[in-house]
């Protein structure tokens, strides 16, 4: 909560970003991982950059 990371409203680029990794979450399941999943994380960074999930997707 001190990091704004929980609990916080996003703003309409964060939840634009959260929108693009449940994409890739279900191409993934369907497809497999592969590299337009690794470009889409790529964007979703950069537009919301202290995303829990997507950070962890991309460190896994």
Do not use: H
């Not at 369907?30 to 590299?35: A, L, P, R, S, T």
């Not at 999930?53 to 896994?60: D, G, I, Q, R, T």
């Amino acid at each position: 909560m001190q990091n704004k990371i929980y609990l916080e409203n996003l703003s309409k680029k964060e939840l634009l970003a959260m929108s693009y990794f449940d994409l890739t979450r279900g191409y993934e399941s369907k497809f497999g991982y592969d590299e337009f999943v690794d470009q889409v994380i790529n964007k979703v960074l950069e537009l919301y950059p202290n995303g829990v999930a997507p950070n962890m997707e991309k460190n896994c």
